[in-house]
């Protein structure tokens, strides 16, 4: 699948540190067709990871496919301030 793309590359977008001990990255494709050079960074979507810390080294990774779906979890707005009612 790699080889119908010039480049294909998760970009960090933004780093929210959630606490003491996990870290929220929200990140975008960036894409080009390699035969259309069609930029698809738009069609290929965003995700996140959130990473758990302890002692300087990361112990779990928790991958999302959309980011949407970490902040809505996590209680967060895209804009980074958590929703009404939401703790933790």
Do not use: N
């Amino acid at each position: 699948m790699l080889r119908t793309w010039d480049y294909f590359r998760p970009e960090a977008e933004d780093y929210r540190e959630l606490d003491s001990e996990r870290v929220l990255v929200l990140w975008q494709y960036k894409a080009q067709g390699r035969t259309s050079g069609l930029d698809a960074t738009q069609m290929a979507g965003g995700g996140a990871h959130v990473f758990h810390v302890i002692d300087g080294k990361v112990t779990r990774v928790v991958f999302y496919v959309e980011g949407k779906h970490a902040l809505a979890d996590l209680g967060l707005t895209p804009e980074g301030g958590k929703t009404v009612g939401m703790e933790g």
